[in-house]
């Protein structure tokens, strides 16, 4: 009988669920599906596409073979990995720095958060005019140290450190945020009793700390490096892709084919590309981090057996 009424109830949970979760789905899967049958036929913007010419896997062959395409998911993966490293690198660093009780401290933690709080395209135009040739800060800096001015954003030797400078900038304080909350929700009566025994600062951290916040730190690598995978705007603003090439990512590429060179097709085929390499980073991450979460579990069992 209470199984039954049970029942009942998260049936009725379920029917009224129900209308959100279709809106859901539909907005989710029939866009990509639209996305995956227009991929394979030669679209062009302004044309019906019941008079595009199907072309079947052409539209993936020719971005196989194409130079510039393949050259964006080289920017792509070289901006994310760096960014993402040092971003972690940094964040993690500020949240230990500023893991104490201090006077002032919560108004350095503000200041920290600040840059994620700006807007993409507000960031590109800050760091835009920051680089500027003639007015640029740096550039003022370098000629009052007697040095010659750099082209930051002319530059195909400058242009992506330019742009993954802008973007450390903004986002490393999304990796101190997590970290900071990982070090303030970790057991304080390990910590104590470690320095009761002796152990230094930085024994502390390297044998308690930075273990425990492991979990909290492949989570914030894995968000970030998704997130900076689709970077877009702060692109377009400061370089759009240039020069030569040398900061179009895949975002800025889809956005080219669909937009400059007007092929709707090549361009939903690259998308379509791009999500499924997304897709497939995530699977891989989630299963390490599964693997991971799944060993230290074991390990913690053994310990309580032995003990």
Do not use: C
């Not at 049936?11 to 394979?40: C, D, E, H, Q, R």
């Amino acid at each position: 009988m209470i199984q039954n009424k049970i029942q009942s109830k998260n049936n009725k949970a379920y029917f009224f669920l129900a209308p959100a979760l279709i809106i859901m789905l539909v907005g989710l899967f029939y866009p990509i599906g639209y996305s995956i049958y227009t991929s394979f036929f030669d679209w062009r913007l302004g044309m019906p596409l019941s008079d595009a010419k199907f072309t079947a896997l052409d539209n993936y062959i020719w971005l196989l073979k194409d130079p510039d395409i393949l050259n964006a998911f080289w920017v792509t993966f070289k901006f994310s990995m760096i960014v993402v490293i040092i971003e972690l690198v940094l964040g993690v660093a500020l949240a230990l720095l500023l893991d104490k009780k201090i006077k002032g401290i919560s108004i350095l933690r503000t200041i920290f958060i600040m840059p994620m709080m700006i807007a993409p395209i507000v960031v590109g135009l800050m760091w835009q005019y920051l680089y500027n040739a003639q007015f640029g800060i740096f550039n003022k800096m370098l000629v009052f140290l007697g040095l010659e001015p750099i082209g930051w954003l002319s530059s195909d030797k400058w242009a992506l450190f330019s742009v993954i400078l802008s973007d450390i900038w903004q986002w490393t304080p999304f990796i101190f945020i997590l970290a900071i909350a990982s070090l303030q929700s970790l057991p304080q009566s390990m910590i104590e009793a470690a320095r009761i025994d002796g152990a230094t600062e930085w024994q502390i951290i390297r044998f308690i700390k930075l273990p425990l916040m492991i979990p909290v730190i492949i989570i914030a690598g894995l968000l970030r490096l998704i997130d900076s995978l689709k970077v877009f705007e702060v692109i377009y603003i400061m370089t759009g892709g240039g020069p030569a090439g040398s900061t179009e990512v895949v975002s800025m590429a889809i956005y080219n084919q669909a937009f400059i060179d007007f092929e709707l097709g090549r361009s939903a085929a690259l998308s379509n590309l791009f999500l499924g390499s997304l897709m497939i980073l995530s699977v891989i991450f989630f299963i390490i981090i599964k693997i991971r979460l799944h060993k230290k579990s074991a390990r913690q069992e053994i310990r309580h057996a032995a003990s």
